[in-house]
């Protein structure tokens, strides 16, 4: 067993602050006080038990119902790290998205865009022993989310990471190269680090496409330390 690496904090501007002026609804969800730290029981630390066995793998966004969705079929693959290069290996992986018209599967969207109905835009996924982690999906696309006149969100796919327990959960956003969106969109340069920024950019990679079927995009994801990809929490637990 190896020995334990000593917690490393984020570097000062490689993860975004709580309360960001230019993303209006960090002004209202801010905390205004300091936070309470409250000790986690075995309970929260350690359950539910989260595997294949009680929440069933969901690897391919691009059908439903035997039916192919709309839009640009793409692979997405990457490995989860610690902040040793350590792979983490049977973490829980949530996958969530907007359609190829820029449009999310849920009753509060009402963008003008239409619906499809073969793509709910949600996935499931487990690391393996290496940490490596893919799925099939559908190339999302922009849409308009009035933080400001005239907003366009970039291009993106939310991911949420467990480790052994609903407390032990981290959110990010991937992005994609090349977007001309990006300089412009708050929540992506709420990070001020123009490197912590570039770690949420997959690359387009040519070993995860699959030749006449999809093309393929690399995302790994670091936990923590100095090359940590830049989560929505704010500090790391």
């Not at 000062?12 to 002026?21: A, E, F, I, V």
């Not at 009402?110 to 109905?117: G, I, S, V």
């Not at 959110?171 to 992506?188: A, H």
């Amino acid at each position: 067993m190896s020995d334990p690496i000593p917690y490393a904090k984020p570097v000062p501007g490689t993860q975004p602050p709580l309360d960001s002026p230019a993303y209006r609804s960090t002004q209202i969800r801010a905390p205004l006080l300091a936070p309470i730290r409250a000790p986690h029981t075995l309970t929260e630390a350690s359950s539910p038990r989260l595997s294949p066995a009680h929440y069933p793998v969901q690897a391919d966004m691009s059908v439903h119902g035997g039916k192919q969705a709309m839009g640009e079929r793409i692979i997405v693959a990457g490995r989860v790290l610690d902040e040793a290069g350590r792979p983490v290996a049977n973490s829980m992986v949530e996958i969530w998205q907007a359609n190829a018209a820029g449009r999310y599967h849920h009753v509060r969207d009402d963008h003008d865009a239409p619906l499809d109905p073969n793509f709910e835009g949600h996935a499931r996924v487990f690391t393996d022993a290496e940490g490596r982690y893919r799925f099939t999906t559908i190339r999302p696309g922009a849409y308009p989310w009035r933080n400001h006149h005239n907003a366009w969100r970039p291009v993106h796919i939310h991911f949420g990471l467990f480790g052994i327990g609903y407390a032990q959960r981290m959110i990010t956003q991937m992005y994609f190269p090349g977007d001309p969106l990006l300089p412009l969109d708050p929540i992506f340069n709420t990070t001020a680090d123009e490197a912590a920024r570039q770690r949420l950019v997959a690359s387009f990679d040519l070993d995860v496409t699959e030749p006449e079927w999809a093309l393929g995009y690399r995302f790994d994801i670091t936990l923590r330390g100095p090359s940590a990809t830049p989560f929505e929490e704010g500090d790391h637990h």
